[in-house]
């Protein structure tokens, strides 16, 4: 299983789309690690620092995360900065699937979990995220403050995590 | 409880339940362009398993970028090529006889009712208009479905829209979805499949049908999907003559695939046809979108005509008609694309090349480049661009670019004058 534990990166609105996670003209590379420096380059937000991506292990955003282009560049990207969980108030389909299929985690919360999480936390300087996998659980931190939260993902989904990806999965029971 | 056509065609390909709610479909074609498959074949390679599952259910083209820009995107197209001959797939289509994906497999008779298709690209929700369905998926998918043949999906939720009555004359397919999107919104229809239908849907063409789903995707919908029938049939004859003794006969086939009266929806939306004006979007969300009359001075510097929306006959046919004897604005650079070869051949034979060319537009090769800002028609920070494509993301046609989506026909008056613009098409 990959990492889901570490510093968050809060990003602060709805609809950010894949066009904004990694811009099409960097498309035309064929290796993952080469998105590295151009996660999120063209993400239009107040208060957003390209140099904040550099210590983050896990994203926190709004609704309708990863909208727009089916491109799997979008989780890579995120992949190859050491960013496997995504937690949102809703995925766009196809960008959630695809972080499953690469064994990563895009999870959506309720709206009140995540009004929470932003209204307690977003402002603090440094946050983390420990994920209990098995008992599907989030402990959020910083500092001395601190709060757990349930989360749900598929039994399917959580096959995908585990065995690393849809691929695996596929080639074994197709 | 009857069944939705989505639901017809998940229950007819089901594989496997992995869990309840999941469906694991046999799928019945695999599209691939140059962006979105090298990954999957270097990975595929990588492990040991370069191979397909059945050579005659992939159809590959390169259509993002084409000619080649650079030695990246030579080496993209390279990967293709070179996989798709030791592979022995034959439906290969490369420079020459390429075009836009999801406008040159529909022409290929590529797409049928009832069936499945997946693409690594977001816009193959356009096949749905054939009353297939068909769903963009990412890299990993994309390499699930070259490999093994089936993808996983949640079993569809639908929303159906029922547009009725006539569109007034001057407003077009593409008014009708940027209207809806405004409507249900960026998210409205995530996860779910948007089902296209009355009398409005029933009167329109292919091609029409093809800009209506392909826009599916921008209010999240897994895909769009209109009912097969009479147009549907004599759109396809040509492909399935040898498979069925009549049109009435195959119309008798392909109607197993229209939604039961008693089929369960999610939503039901009723549309007035007579409502809807020409609209253009404003923001930078699909859902932003506002009618044409409410711009004021809103000049542009570009004016796109062409990718998988709207770059098909119907689409250069309509823009030519407002372009005639007239020469586009001096402050503006036009560029229109045909979407394959054939549409292009057309277009030339019928004189709309010449009355482009006569108005001041460059004429590019069938191409995907600048809706996506990749090629063939980039912009500079600050520039606006009026555009046919289907999505007008901060950046998406080039860094710090600005982009108005919208019909042909208020493209066409929209380079004529430099400033966004109603058609004389429209009476108002």
């Given at each position: ?125 440094d946050v983390y995220i420990e994920t209990d996998f ?41 | ?218 209010a999240g919908g897994t895909s769009g999907i209109c ?202």
């Open positions: 299983m990959k990492n889901f534990n570490g510093k968050v990166l809060f990003l602060d609105r709805d609809d950010i789309n894949t066009d904004e996670i990694i811009p099409a003209k960097y498309l035309t590379e064929i290796s993952k690690e080469a998105l590295k420096p151009y996660l999120l380059e063209d993400l239009k937000l107040e208060g957003f620092n390209l140099k904040d991506i550099e210590d983050a292990s896990v994203v926190i955003t709004r609704g309708n995360f990863g909208c727009g282009s089916s491109r799997e560049h979008a989780p890579w990207a995120f992949e190859v900065n050491g960013i496997n969980l995504v937690i949102a108030e809703s995925f766009a389909r196809i960008f959630r699937q695809n972080m499953f299929n690469c064994g990563m985690m895009a999870v959506s919360l309720e709206k009140d979990k995540m009004d929470m999480v932003f209204d307690e936390f977003s402002k603090e300087k098995e008992n599907k659980k989030f402990t959020i931190r910083a500092g001395s403050k601190k709060k757990d939260i349930l989360f749900s993902i598929s039994e399917f989904d959580s096959k995908l995590v585990k065995s690393g990806g849809w691929l695996d999965f596929a080639d074994k029971n197709y | 409880m009857g069944k939705t056509i989505a639901e017809k065609i998940f229950d007819a390909h089901l594989v496997d339940t992995p869990e309840k709610g999941i469906n694991v479909l046999r799928l019945d074609s695999v599209f691939c362009h140059e962006i979105t498959t090298p990954v999957a074949i270097n990975d595929l390679e990588k492990k040991g398993k370069d191979r397909v599952f059945d050579p005659d259910k992939i159809k590959v083209v390169i259509d993002h970028v084409t000619p080649a820009k650079d030695s990246k995107t030579a080496l993209q197209g390279k990967i293709l090529r070179d996989w798709a001959k030791r592979n022995k797939i034959k439906d290969f289509f490369d420079i020459g006889r390429n075009g836009v994906c999801h406008a040159i497999f529909p022409e290929q008779g590529f797409v049928r009712p009832g069936s499945t298709i997946i693409m690594g690209d977001s816009h193959t929700c356009t096949h749905g208009a054939f009353g297939a369905f068909a769903a963009g998926v990412g890299t990993t998918d994309l390499e699930v479905g070259i490999l093994k043949g089936v993808c996983a999906f949640k079993y569809p939720e639908t929303i159906k829209i029922q547009v009725d009555g006539d569109l007034r004359e001057g407003v077009f397919a593409k008014d009708l979805i940027l209207h809806i999107i405004g409507k249900i919104g960026v998210n409205g229809a995530t996860d779910k499949v948007i089902e296209f239908t009355g009398s409005v849907i029933s009167k329109m063409n292919m091609e029409e049908r093809m800009t209506l789903c392909n826009m599916a995707i921008e009912y097969p029938d009479d147009k549907t049939v004599d759109y396809l004859w040509k492909f399935i003559e040898s498979e069925f003794a009549s049109k009435e006969d195959a119309l008798k086939e392909y109607s197993k695939w229209i939604s039961d009266d008693d089929a369960d929806y999610a939503e039901i939306i009723k549309i007035d046809a007579s409502e809807v004006v020409p609209v253009a979007t404003f923001g930078f969300k699909p859902d932003q979108v506002k009618p044409v009359s409410e711009f004021e001075n809103v000049k542009v510097d570009q004016i796109y005509i062409g990718s998988c929306t709207n770059g098909r006959l119907s689409d250069l046919e309509v823009a030519a008609k407002v372009l005639e004897g007239k020469r586009i604005s001096d402050d503006v650079r036009g560029i229109v694309s045909p979407a394959t070869p054939e549409i292009f051949r057309q277009a030339l034979e019928k004189g709309i090349i010449k009355i482009f060319m006569d108005a001041g537009f460059c004429v590019t090769n069938p191409t995907c480049g600048a809706c996506l800002g990749m090629s063939n028609g980039v912009l500079a920070d600050g520039e606006v661009c009026a555009s046919t494509t289907n999505r007008n993301f901060n950046g998406r046609m080039g860094k710090g670019g600005m982009v108005h989506l919208m019909s042909p026909a208020t493209a066409a008056q929209t380079a004529i004058k430099g400033y966004i613009d109603n058609s004389p098409l429209f009476k108002g």
